[in-house]
């Protein structure tokens, strides 16, 4: 089970599903990281030059998936009219990192990896959106 | 001169005002900074009770701004339908914290700090977003 | 499977234990969670007076052990002058808020889980230490 | 006035002196700011295979900066044992980032200005380290 699961558990405060929540938190963990270590990997491609896209992509959507972890992390005054926004723009991000992903996938295995983090953070960052609502 | 405004004048790959940008890159980390302070100073008020609201939302508003800054600093493959949503839900973080701290301003002097923080925070996101459009 | 060994799996340039790196950067993704959840519940408890130490040094850890991720999820150019002084800061930091959680454990069920990350992330840290050594 | 001067003008629990604190948290805004943005200008250079090493170093660079700027920013129960060995770390990765920096400085006048950020925060974060002392 996992860390954000657990804390939820000890969280009898915390009014979302816990699993629903839980597992939110940690795609958007996880695609924090492989999007910091995809545009690493792009960076050492020979074709470096082709992966410029892919590279902004991937570090912009590691610093929005962090900052929207942390946001959805907390429970206390939680207001839909704050994370809703937040979670959206989460999701177009990791949406369109992942369609850039997909786009160099045949050639790198890193990119296929990276893109199925950054769908299932997108899906992730929906359902939680329209749980919400 | 700040930093950010440096960097963009060595930059001639910038599509957007330097001026304006260089702004609002400096609007988000001044509040990211300001929100993270405030949010200390608020766990040390011996009300520290009544300060839950605005500590949670300062904690939130330095995450979403700084996440916002880095992403604005980048101009490789500069998209609006990727920065646009994100400066939305920043500026609209800014609104929320900026109101919450307002409402403490008159007991603690770092709250009317924090709130100054945010309101030119917001107005930035807001122009650049104008601007995007 | 994590994110983290799949990606490292597709890296040929990395030059270290794929396993070990896996295990530390999933380590540190989990306590900056756990850190930034407890941050959190601390917060609306009765007792958030007697949690303000906890609080503060739970942001410190999610805040290092968030950038310690990122860097030790780059292979690019990897120098161990400057990750290891940093794995060192980390795992200082987890030591520290663990104690602190440990204190609270009895009390508070989310600072047990938190100890529990802080724990398994500052030994992960200095089992990578001791590698790139 | 920076915001970072305002607020600990406000905060009556600061231990440490004002004005170095309030410019070593300038400083590390600054430098985190200046190295996003070089790794991204970077990263449009024609000889980008040739600066994969800075833009590594920047993007560590920003991530330590940033968590340390956070960091410091606290005084709640403010602990030189915590924020020593990051301060230390921290000023490490600057200069390390500001020789690789200056190694480009006269091809591309993007590196020479994130040079004298990183600079400027390596002092910064050595003078704090050492009224610390």
Redesign the interface.
């Known amino acids: 089970m996992?860390?954000?699961k657990?804390?939820?558990e000890?969280?009898s405060?915390a009014t979302i599903d816990a699993d629903l929540l839980a597992r939110t938190?940690d795609a958007l963990?996880?695609?924090?990281?492989?999007c910091?270590?995809?545009?690493?990997?792009d960076?050492?491609e020979s074709d470096?030059?082709e992966m410029?896209?892919c590279?902004?992509?991937c570090?912009?959507c590691?610093?929005?998936c962090?900052?929207t972890?942390?946001?959805v992390?907390?429970?206390?005054?939680f207001?839909t009219?704050?994370v809703g926004?937040?979670l959206?723009?989460c999701a177009?991000?990791c949406a369109?990192c992942g369609d850039e992903c997909r786009a160099h996938a045949d050639m790198?295995?890193?990119c296929r990896?990276?893109e199925e983090?950054c769908r299932r953070c997108e899906q992730a960052c929906r359902e939680l959106l329209a749980a919400l609502a």
């Open positions: 996992s860390y954000a657990q804390m939820l000890t969280d405060g938190i963990s996880d695609c924090a990281q492989a910091t270590a995809d545009a690493d990997v960076l050492r470096v030059a410029r896209t590279i902004r992509l570090l912009d590691a610093d929005v962090a900052a972890a942390s946001v992390s907390r429970q206390t005054a207001a009219a704050v926004p937040l959206d723009a177009r991000t369109r790198h295995a890193h990896v990276c983090a």
